[in-house]
């Protein structure tokens, strides 16, 4: 499985991003999803994850401003980031493995470049 994200960029605080990740391999729809971000110096941390069946868990930080999603058909999962602020910046990797709880834990077999995503003014 290979994986590749986009969508990073410079927005303000309180802004929007939406960012994806288009996987390869016929059995993208089988896959938990992932995404991560890591900041400067500082170690990656889970931001959302979806199940293959479409169920999405979130870290505290990305509770009731973020949304995870995916498209099987289009082999794609997104992530939808509303009310941004400076502590979202980071770098933002997306993940896949068979198992969720590989994906929770950060021990996924397959990993994207990552994307960044600044927030400043």
């Known amino acids: 499985v290979q994986l590749q994200a986009s969508g990073g960029g410079l927005v303000q605080p309180g802004g929007s991003l939406t960012l994806s990740c288009a996987g390869s391999?016929?059995?993208?729809?089988?896959?938990?999803m992932g995404w991560y971000r890591q900041a400067p110096g500082k170690r990656r941390d889970l931001v959302a994850a979806?199940?293959?069946?479409?169920?999405?868990r979130y870290s505290d930080s990305a509770k009731g401003r973020f949304t995870i999603s995916r498209d099987n058909a289009k082999n794609t999962i997104y992530l939808q980031m509303n009310s941004l602020k400076p502590e979202d910046t980071a770098l933002y990797y997306c993940?896949?493995?068979?198992?969720?709880?590989?994906?929770?834990?950060?021990?996924?077999?397959?990993w994207g470049q990552g994307t960044q995503v600044t927030v400043s003014s």
């Open positions: 391999g016929s059995v993208f729809s089988l896959y938990a």
């Open positions: 993940t896949a493995d068979s198992g969720f709880q590989t994906v929770l834990q950060g021990r996924s077999a397959y």
């Open positions: 979806i199940t293959s069946g479409g169920i999405g």
